[in-house]
Nanobody, 115 residues
Framework: VQLQASGGGLVQAGGSLRLSCAAS????????MGWYQQTPGKQRELVAN???????NYAESVKGRFTISRDNAKTTVTLQMNSLKPEDTAVYYC??????????WGKGTLVTVSS
């Protein structure tokens, strides 16, 4: 599975950004799609993910502000980020987990929220 992420950038606190990630390759094997964030010196942490049945899971810190969605073909995942805070500043990574539990990662995209 190959992942192509887009979006990210610089935004002021309170603003919005949208991240998108398109999967290609062995898409039939995809189960869960999602986004992780990583800041310097910290481990990569789950932001949100969504299953093929569109069950969603969010980190507590983003609940009510971020929305994850998946297209009908189930190969593109979008993360709508609203009411952004400076602490949301991180490199965001698209992630796919297949039915065997294997993880695939896209290149990170930087989100910077200025105060």
């Amino acid at each position: 599975v190959q992942l192509q992420a887009s979006g990210g950038g610089l935004v002021q606190a309170g603003g919005s950004l949208r991240l998108s990630c398109a999967a290609s390759g062995s898409i039939f094997s995809i189960n869960t799609m999602g986004w992780y964030q990583q800041t310097p010196g910290k481990q990569r942490e789950l932001v949100a993910n969504i299953t093929t049945r569109r069950n969603t899971n969010y980190a507590e810190s983003v609940k009510g502000r971020f929305t994850i969605s998946r297209d009908n073909a189930k190969t593109t995942v979008t993360l709508q980020m609203n009411s952004l805070k400076p602490e949301d500043t991180a490199v965001y990574y698209c992630n796919v987990k297949d039915y065997s539990g294997r993880h695939y990662w896209g290149k990170g995209t930087l989100v910077t929220v200025s105060s």
